[in-house]
């Protein structure tokens, strides 16, 4: 089961939404918010699994709202629903922590399979988004950007292995190992190698399982 929650200042949309939501069996609306403040303060009473959140909330919205629940509430996939169409501005809601972004003009099946995408780990793109993302090298995924050599020992490490199975697998020194997962967390923009592990979950790289 889905655990779904919806922060959207419109009751109108609200209400539709959640009348498509109780027609799903597998989704389960756990939580409805009206604006920034009150969301924070539902999530810490009441997780959700996949967000459901609209730009234009009042006192507090957008990118330091998306940056206010990652930080807050690591696991939750965040699925911008917007009547602001994909543009350059989606691409830095996806580098703040977004797992997807859609257009409210899609209709309720799109969104429904939006919100499974983002749920089983892995980022909702529309085609126009993935355009913008190949025109655009600097916003590509940052483990897109490893080298193939720390590709390799982020693979290893995302089977478990410990910095001595990589230097043994790779046949390297525990050290250039040590310094390969160094620039691995740098590129990723984290500080250990439990937030690498985070990241590729967070990214579609790991299943719920692993």
Known sequence: MIRVGV???H???RSGLRRVFEAQTNLKLVLE???????????????????VLDLSLPYLRGIELVRA?????PTVRI??????????LSLHLLDAGAAGYLSKDQGADELLRAIQTVASGKR????????????DPEKSAPHERLSSRELAVFQLLLRGKNVADIADE???QASTA????????????????????????????????T
């Open 79 to 88: 699925l911008i629903y917007s009547v602001q169409p994909e543009d350059r």
């Open 7 to 9: 922060a959207d200042d």
């Open 11 to 13: 009751p109108l949309l």
């Open 124 to 135: 909702y793109l529309t085609p126009t988004l993935r355009e913008l993302v190949a025109l």
């Open 33 to 51: 918010a009206e604006d920034g403040a009150e969301l924070l303060t539902l999530l810490a009473a009441q997780p959700c699994d996949v967000l």
């Open 170 to 172: 790779l046949e390297i």
């Open 69 to 73: 629940v990652i930080e807050r509430h």
């Open 178 to 209: 040590s310094n390969h997962l160094a620039r691995i967390r740098e590129k990723l923009g984290v500080q250990t190698n439990g937030e690498v592990m985070l990241y590729a979950f967070r990214a579609g790289l790991l299943s719920r399982e």
